[in-house]
């Protein structure tokens, strides 16, 4: 029987831009220890109508940053009177991520779609630092996609 007593850390996530927005991939297993906790966790979580972040590494550190952000996602579309972009969203997991970065064991992915960008995604690492992650299909692999 797995040691339910031990942190739950999950796995394997991705994120890739094409024409017309972002297609998010996860695996599903949780792990405890050296055994499979959970065969149907939902690794990617919706953050506003457009933003989703997939999480990876200890579920209940990535679970409680993406608690946090929508909180301040809520407080920001009220103050500002608009939904934030995605890179916004990105400052804001990083900067939980950054200020909790001793304690937190999670890398996560932010990616989505938005007027001003596109389909954009993000990747905050242990840490909390934001990287941009390239589009592929621009840079080095072009792939036609039809939607």
Not at 35 to 48: E, F, G, Y
Not at 113 to 122: L, M, N, T
Request: charged share 20%; net charge neutral.
């Amino acid at each position: 029987m797995a040691d339910m007593s031990s942190p739950h850390s999950t796995g394997t996530i991705i994120a890739v831009t094409y024409d017309n927005g972002v297609v998010l991939g996860a695996n599903s297993c949780t792990i405890t220890g050296t055994h499979v906790a959970n065969r149907a966790s939902d690794k990617i979580t919706q953050l506003t109508d457009n933003v989703y972040l997939c999480r990876s590494g200890l579920a209940a550190d990535s679970q409680a940053v993406s608690d946090q952000v929508r909180c301040h996602l809520h407080r920001h579309t009220m103050s500002l009177g608009r939904p934030a972009t995605v890179k916004e969203v990105a400052n804001i997991v990083r900067q939980i991520s950054y200020n909790h970065k001793s304690m937190l064991r999670a890398d996560m992915i932010v990616a989505g779609w938005d007027e001003r960008g596109g389909g954009q995604v993000y990747g905050v690492p242990l840490g909390g630092t934001v990287n941009f992650i390239r589009k592929y299909k621009d840079e080095i692999y072009k792939v036609e996609i039809e939607t």
